[in-house]
Nanobody
Framework: QLQLVESGGGLVQPGGSLRLSCAASGFTLDYYAIGWFRQAPGKEREGVSCTSSSGGITKYADSVKGRFTISRDNTKNTVSLQMNSLKPEDTADYYC??????????????????????WGQGTQVTVSS
């Protein structure tokens, strides 16, 4: 059974940091691009960051550029999202997702939820004082 599991969410003060992890079971992430998405209450799910299977392609939403960093460790079958300088508007449920899309198509569409085939259950991030 293919499964993605997110971890690392929690409550943090503005300006703080969290590191989210996405672990795969039942399959290897080596051949999958991974995206991180978030969804705040009453809002649509939005792309936060994505990375190709090799890590050669990475993209970030403008709202998180310079603050968030996506990285992958294929030896551990995990992808992480380091989130620094967190703001209250970063509060949301965060999800990781996997797709086999690659190349130019991935670069064009990796920030769209419909691109992905497998999803985790999400981890909650709350930024509040």
């Amino acid at each position: 059974q293919l499964q993605l599991v997110e971890s690392g969410g929690g409550l943090v003060q503005p300006g703080g940091s969290l590191r989210l992890s996405c672990a795969a079971s039942g399959f290897t992430l080596d051949y999958y691009a991974i995206g991180w998405f978030r969804q705040a209450p009453g809002k649509e799910r939005e792309g936060v960051s994505c990375t190709s299977s090799s890590g050669g392609i990475t993209k970030y939403a403008d709202s998180v550029k310079g603050r968030f960093t996506i990285s992958r460790d294929n030896t551990k079958n995990t992808v992480s999202l380091q989130m620094n300088s967190l703001k209250p508007e970063d509060t949301a449920d965060y999800y990781c997702a996997a797709t086999k899309l690659s190349g130019l198509a991935l670069y064009s569409f990796c920030m769209y939820p419909s691109t992905y085939d497998y999803w985790g259950q999400g981890t909650q991030v709350t930024v509040s004082s």
